[in-house]
């Protein structure tokens, strides 16, 4: 099946600093990719959508100046938290849907993300 | 409002089976998934139903009927590998997923 890939999967950083997540859709082009955070226990919360070529679309409450979100390529999606807060210690996946959309939608591997 | 209802939790025993049911309404239907999430790690596809009746996959089942808003995943000859989350997610009439809260499925000897 199609592969998604996250990098960095496991980021430590400090409070007040910058993050910056890739995702990458390996062996198709990925239309639409979608971010989410997951905190423990809980389910999947979608922050943002984005299409390559145009701005993100944010979920109503996540801060668009904060969570920083570039989809440059077919292939490419970055997530760059910025002044990073513990609070924002969580599990980031994402998700790429390819042209055949819905069905053609695939999880990348997730990025543990913990503000010290 | 859009909600999934799954149950928190649930407990069985290696060897047995057990159902796990998921209730919904949603702005439009397209289609309903189920996938499985152990933890520390990304969700990754089980099934998906989007016409009534039973799809089954080797050990794994799903059940779909849309006019009671109601699927399940039947997981049968339960391993202990089996322990992990499993979510529910509803294509909605805009293609969005809309998640469930996942339910966790402990697998006792």
């Known amino acids: 099946g199609a592969v998604v890939s996250q990098h960095p999967s496991r980021v430590i950083c400090k409070s007040g600093t910058s993050v910056k997540i890739e995702c990458r859709s390996l062996?198709?082009?990925?239309?639409?990719m979608f971010w989410y955070r997951q905190f423990p226990k809980q389910s999947l919360m979608l922050m943002a959508t984005?299409?390559?070529?145009?701005?993100?679309?944010?979920e109503q409450g996540v801060e668009k100046d904060k969570f920083l979100i570039n989809h440059a390529s077919l292939t490419l999606s970055t997530l760059t938290v910025t002044s990073a807060h513990p609070e924002d210690s969580s599990f980031y996946i994402c998700?790429?849907?390819?042209?055949?959309?819905?069905?053609?939608?695939?999880f990348g591997p997730g990025t543990r993300l913990t503000v010290t | 409002g859009q909600n999934i209802d799954q149950p928190t939790e649930m407990t069985a025993t290696e060897g047995a089976i057990v159902q796990i049911n998921c209730t919904y309404q949603?702005?439009?239907?397209?289609?309903l998934f189920w996938y499985q999430q152990h933890a520390g790690e990304a969700p990754t596809f089980l099934s998906y139903n989007v016409l009534d009746g039973l799809e089954e996959k080797g050990r794994f089942s799903s059940f779909l009927s849309r006019s009671k808003g109601y699927s399940y995943l039947l997981l049968k000859e339960l391993q202990m590998k089996d322990s992990a989350s499993y979510l529910c997610?509803?294509?909605?009439?805009?293609?969005?997923?809309?998640w469930g809260a996942g339910t966790k499925l402990i697998i006792k000897p």
């Open positions: 998700s790429a849907r390819g042209l055949a959309g819905v069905h053609e939608q695939y």
């Open positions: 984005s299409n390559e070529g145009s701005k993100a679309t944010y």
């Open positions: 062996d198709f082009q990925a239309t639409t």
């Open positions: 949603t702005s439009g239907f397209n289609g």
């Open positions: 997610a509803v294509v909605d009439s805009n293609y969005q997923l809309i």
